[in-house]
C-alpha cells in the first residue's frame, strides 16, 4: 500500500501537470542524497581515524645542538628515533667548540619526523676544531655564480665577485659561470684560513662577446702565420729543385 505522503505527491501531480512532476520528484531526491550521506559517513569516519592514528606515529625532533653527544643520543632514542653519529667537515663556525658538541642534525630540530625514523647528528672533535682554521678550497671555476656564492659562504669562506676581463680563452663560455678564482684549488694549494675571502671572476654577455671577438682575430693570426710558413718551405723547396739544373 503507497504511503499517505506519496500519495500526496501524486496527487499534486495530476493537479500542477508538470511543474508538479518535477516537484513529485524533490522528495525522491532528498531521500537519495540523505541515503548517499548516511552510506559515506562510515568511510568518512574511517579515514579521520586513520589520519588520527597516523598523527600518533610522528614526533617533533628534540633540539639537541650544543650537547654533549652522547647525551644528545641518549635525548634521540628516548624520543622515540634512531640516533646516528655523524663527525662534522671542519668549518670556521666550529674554531669555538667543544670537544664532542652537536653542532648540527637532520632532521632540523622541532620538525615532526616518523617515529622510528632515522636522526643523524653531526659533532665536532679536536681534529675537526683544529682543522677548522684550515678549510679545503672549493672547485667552483665552471659553477653558475649563484651555486659558486652558495657553496663559498657555506664553507665559512667570504664571497667577492668581479667582472672577468675579456680574453680569448673565455670565448665560449656560458653566460653567468666562474671562469676564475682567487685564491683558486690546485694540486699544490687545497686549503685555505676559514673565513677568509674567495674572490670569483664570472662572465657577462659583453665580456662573453668580447672574448669571442679576440679569439677569432687570434684564430685568424694563427692562420695567417701558418699559411705564410706554408708559402715560405713551399719557396724553399722551389728554389731546391731548380739549383741542381742551374748548375
Known amino acids: ?23 513529485s520528484v524533490i522528495p525522491d531526491t532528498a ?27 610522528f614526533a617533533d625532533v628534540p633540539n639537541v645542538v650544543e650537547l654533549n653527544l652522547n647525551a644528545a643520543l641518549e635525548h634521540i632514542e ?9 663527525l662534522a667537515k671542519p668549518n670556521q663556525k666550529y674554531m669555538d667548540k667543544r670537544v664532542g658538541e652537536v653542532v648540527e642534525m637532520m632532521p632540523k630540530p622541532t620538525k ?41 659562504e657555506s664553507l665559512g669562506f667570504q664571497f667577492i665577485s668581479r667582472l672577468a676581463k675579456p680574453s680569448p680563452r673565455y670565448a665560449s663560455s656560458i653566460i653567468g659561470t666562474i671562469v676564475d678564482a682567487q685564491p683558486r684549488r690546485s694540486v699544490i694549494r687545497k686549503t685555505a684560513k676559514a673565513g677568509s675571502s674567495i674572490l670569483v671572476s664570472y662572465i657577462d654577455d659583453q665580456v662573453l662577446a668580447i672574448s669571442n671577438e679576440l679569439s677569432h682575430e687570434r684564430k685568424e693570426k694563427a692562420n695567417q702565420r701558418a699559411q705564410a710558413v706554408s708559402e715560405g718551405f713551399s719557396k724553399a723547396r722551389v728554389m731546391l729543385q731548380k739549383k741542381p739544373k742551374d748548375e
Not at 78 to 86: D, L, P, T, Y
Not at 116 to 129: Q, R
Open 78 to 86: 628516548n624520543a622515540g628515533f634512531i640516533a646516528q653519529e655523524v
Open 31 to 57: 531521500e537519495v542524497i540523505n541515503q548517499t550521506i548516511e552510506s559515506a559517513a562510515p568511510i568518512v569516519e574511517k579515514e579521520l581515524d586513520h589520519r588520527r592514528e597516523e598523527k600518533k606515529n
Open 1 to 23: 500500500m503507497a504511503s499517505p505522503k506519496k500519495k500526496v505527491t501524486k496527487s499534486i501531480a495530476k493537479v500542477a501537470g508538470p511543474v508538479g512532476q518535477v516537484i
Open 112 to 152: 615532526p619526523a616518523r617515529i622510528g625514523s632515522l636522526v643523524k647528528i653531526y659533532y665536532v672533535d679536536e681534529s675537526v676544531i683544529n682543522k677548522s682554521g684550515d678549510v679545503d678550497l672549493p672547485d667552483v671555476v665552471g659553477l653558475d655564480i649563484e651555486k659558486a656564492k652558495e657553496l663559498i
